[in-house]
């Protein structure tokens, strides 16, 4: 017992330690920081106190700064309070909660991955190294190609392509790997149509740009930088966004996977890889596991299995107008889609946008009500509460006060009736005021005479 009682000290204490000595890998920054960065690499997360998000990545951030510095990376990691510190936030671009980015000079790069430490630290390690790194030999080259899904290769000397290249690749290093090669790195079946090239190794081929067919260096890149068919979830389709391309999805169950949906991931393959040429300068080809995600963006409900294809530049959608049995179906799909002739759903009109906010405010009740039914209730009950008391006691205010003053007039005697007959004779006596002493004063004048009168004889 005894010995188990100091083998967990032993551990909490090792748990400290180390706790400790990640802590020590992650400095907290301040406003003297914008003056002082210049000569090192940074990788900072701005972060607020109360944003739940941040308190999420904190430990992942604290296990990135130690890796970072166990590895011998030159990366810096770092953390500011953007409320606190807001100028510098703001000198930044941070314009939520938390934001990543990796400062190197005087180029700042915002990471929109996922919020995990390996992918944290693939993006620092690549953007903080050379835009462009070089391969000198085929055992490199290979090695290279095995690791990365999409490799970029400037295969050449200096050229004017060259230097668009470089330029191109401090632009999106962000999104992946740029490399450069001599030609006899290559394989041997490899073959190029001239030098100097650029060539992308992607889908087990290779593919080279073509300045007059595929327009500037940079769109191409943009377009090129993902895999033929690829898993889409809610990352991948942001960034899938951002090259312009439409995002045609076969959504399934992968944890379920039934015979339609094995036939629409199928057809959904074979036209990313045997239409190429016909569609992969307007269409990115993958499959989404489950229907929750693509639901929310389109605020409706999509069948499992099914084939939709998404514009995530505003935000429209299209569904086939039948069934797709077949390679030729889904062919006519798409190519309905591509000349507008295909029926279009959603849109980021004024409409869309108020059923937009009405949605959100409704996922958001529902979602808290699911997680935590009583925090739910004491959120949005107690301020129901507290509206309908006030509302309560404004209404009972105003009929208390006017059975007041309905009680008062009774107790007075008083009705609107008998307030008019006093005010016409009020009137009456000003006016007999005003002309002397007239009948009614003569008459009283006798009544007290024979009053008087009466009283001698009595």
């Known amino acids: 017992m005894a010995g ?16 400790s000595g990640a802590f020590a890998f992650v400095e907290d920054l301040d406003d003297k920081f914008k003056d002082n960065r210049m000569d090192d690499v940074w990788l ?44 510098v936030a703001s000198e930044f671009g941070v314009r939520g909660y938390p934001t990543i980015k990796l400062l190197k000079g005087e180029l700042a790069y915002n990471y929109k991955g996922p919020r995990t430490k390996d992918d944290i630290i693939e993006f620092a390690n690549r953007v903080a190294g050379p835009a462009v790194r070089s391969l000198p030999s085929k ?15 400037y295969i050449g000397g200096e050229s004017l392509l060259k230097e668009k290249y470089i330029d191109v690749a401090a632009e999106l290093i ?17 073959t190029l149509p001239e030098l100097p090239s650029v060539v992308v190794f992607k889908d087990g081929s290779y593919f080279t740009y073509d300045e007059y067919e595929d327009g ?45 949906s094995t036939r629409l991931k199928s057809l959904i393959q074979r036209v990313s890889s045997e239409y ?39 935000e429209q959608y299209f569904l086939p107008s039948e069934p797709v049995e077949s390679l030729e179906q889904l062919i006519h799909f798409i190519r309905s889609v591509l000349d507008g002739t295909a029926q279009a759903y959603g849109g980021d009109g004024i409409f869309q946008r108020i059923k937009r906010v009405a949605y959100d405010a409704r996922s958001t009740v529902m979602s808290v009500f699911r997680s935590s039914p009583v925090l739910g209730c004491f959120l949005f009950g107690l301020p129901l509460g507290v509206i309908s008391l006030m509302c309560y006691g ?13 009680e008062l007039m009774k107790r007075e005697g008083l009705t609107d009736e008998e307030d008019e007959e006093e005010e016409e004779e009020e009137r009456r006596r000003q006016i007999g005021k005003l002309e002397g002493p007239g009948e009614e004063d003569e008459g009283e004048e006798d009544v007290e005479e024979k009053s008087a009168s009466e009283k001698k004889l009595d």
């Open 4 to 19: 188990a009682r100091v083998t967990l000290a032993c551990g909490v204490l090792i748990t400290v330690l180390l706790s």
């Open 44 to 87: 900072v997360d701005f972060y607020a106190p109360w944003c739940g998000y941040c308190k999420k990545l904190e430990p992942i951030w604290y296990e990135v700064g130690a890796e970072l510095k166990n590895s011998g990376s030159p990366v810096r990691v770092g953390k500011m309070d953007a409320t606190a510190y807001s100028g």
């Open 139 to 153: 055992q490199m080259f290979q090695h290279v190609l095995k690791r990365h899904d999409v490799l970029f290769v």
């Open 174 to 190: 962000v999104y992946t790997y740029f490399f450069s090669a001599s030609e006899e790195v290559l394989p041997e079946s490899v």
């Open 216 to 260: 500037s260096l940079s769109s191409w890149v943009n377009r090129e930088r993902f895999q033929g068919y690829l898993q889409i979830d809610g990352f991948t389709l942001y960034e899938l966004g951002e090259t312009g391309k439409l995002v045609a999805i076969a959504v399934i169950d992968d944890k379920d996977p039934t015979e339609e």
């Open 276 to 314: 190429r040429n016909d569609f992969n300068r307007d269409f990115q080809f993958g499959h989404m596991d489950g229907n929750d995600y693509i639901n929310s963006l389109i605020m409706g409900e999509v069948s499992v299995p099914s084939i939709i294809i998404l514009n995530t530049s505003n």
């Open 394 to 406: 404004i209404c009972t205010a105003e009929s208390d006060d006017g059975t007041e003053d309905l």
